[in-house]
Antibody, heavy 121, light 106 residues
Framework: QLQLQESGPGLVKPSETLSLTCTVS??????????WGWIRQPPGKGLEWIGT???????YDNPSLKSRVTISVDTSKNQLSLRLTSVTAADTAVYYC?????????????WGQGTLVTVSS | DIQMTQSPSSLSASVGDRVTITCRAS??????LNWYQQKPGKAPNLLIY???SLQSGVPSRFSGSGSGTDFTLTISSLQPEDFASYFC????????FGQGTKVEIK
C-alpha cells in the first residue's frame, strides 16, 4: 500500500523559507508512470495546487506563487521536497504531498495526511 | 487559469436522499474533471476521475457525469459516512479546484 508522509517545521517566521519533505513508502518515486506534487489548503478554505515534479527532475509550478517555489526529488531516499521562500501569513496552510496519475490529465490518487504550517513571528 | 465554480457551497440532506453537486469550468475541459471527498482533518480522497470513472474501492452510489464545462457528482442514496466536503478539480491544464461543497446532516 502506497503511503506518503509529510514532515517539516510547523512554524515559520514571516519572510523566511518554508521547507517540507515528503517520504514515499510502498512504491518507488522513480516509477515512470507517475508524477508527484504538492497541494495546500488554508484553514477552512479550498485547495491550491503548488507544483508537480517527475522523477527525472522536471518541474511544473503554479505561476500564482511567483517563482517562490522550488520542488525537488531525491530518488535515493524516495523523497520529494518543497521550498517556499519569503513566506507571509497568507502561506499558512495544511500542506499535502500527493501522487499524480497522468493517464487522465493530472489526477491526485494518493495523498499524504498533510502537515499544518503556520507563518507567524 | 481555468476557474472552477461549484454549487451549492453547502447543503443539508438526510440519510437516503439523492444528492447532486454541480461544477462549472470557465472554459471547456473536455472530460478532464475529478471529484474528491474530504472529511474534517483528513486528506482529500479521489472518488471520480475523467468525469465519470469510479475510483477503485469507491461505493457505486457515487457517480459523475458531464463534459465540456458542466459536470455533476451524484450520490444516489446518502449514507452517514458521506457527510463531508466535496471538491471538483480540472486536470485539463495546471490543476485548479472548485471551492468545495459541504454536505451536512439535515
Amino acid at each position: 500500500q502506497l503511503q506518503l508522509q509529510e514532515s517539516g517545521p510547523g512554524l515559520v517566521k514571516p519572510s523566511e523559507t518554508l521547507s517540507l519533505t515528503c517520504t514515499v513508502s510502498g512504491g518507488s518515486i522513480s516509477s515512470s508512470s507517475y508524477y508527484w506534487g504538492w497541494i495546500r489548503q488554508p484553514p477552512g478554505k479550498g485547495l491550491e495546487w503548488i507544483g508537480t515534479i517527475y522523477y527525472s527532475g522536471s518541474t511544473y509550478d503554479n505561476p500564482s506563487l511567483k517563482s517562490r517555489v522550488t520542488i525537488s526529488v531525491d530518488t535515493s531516499k524516495n523523497q520529494l521536497s518543497l521550498r517556499l521562500t519569503s513566506v507571509t501569513a497568507a502561506d499558512t496552510a495544511v500542506y499535502y504531498c500527493a501522487r499524480l496519475l497522468t493517464s487522465s490529465g493530472w489526477t491526485f490518487d494518493y495523498w499524504g495526511q498533510g502537515t499544518l504550517v503556520t507563518v507567524s513571528s | 487559469d481555468i476557474q472552477m465554480t461549484q454549487s451549492p457551497s453547502s447543503l443539508s440532506a438526510s440519510v437516503g436522499d439523492r444528492v447532486t453537486i454541480t461544477c462549472r469550468a470557465s472554459q471547456s475541459i473536455s472530460s478532464y474533471l475529478n471529484w474528491y471527498q474530504q472529511k474534517p482533518g483528513k486528506a482529500p480522497n479521489l472518488l471520480i476521475y475523467t468525469a465519470s470513472s469510479l475510483q477503485s474501492g469507491v461505493p457505486s452510489r457515487f457517480s459523475g457525469s458531464g463534459s465540456g464545462t458542466d459536470f455533476t457528482l451524484t450520490i444516489s442514496s446518502l449514507q452517514p459516512e458521506d457527510f463531508a466536503s466535496y471538491f471538483c478539480q480540472q486536470s485539463y491544464t495546471n490543476p485548479t479546484f472548485g471551492q468545495g461543497t459541504k454536505v451536512e446532516i439535515k
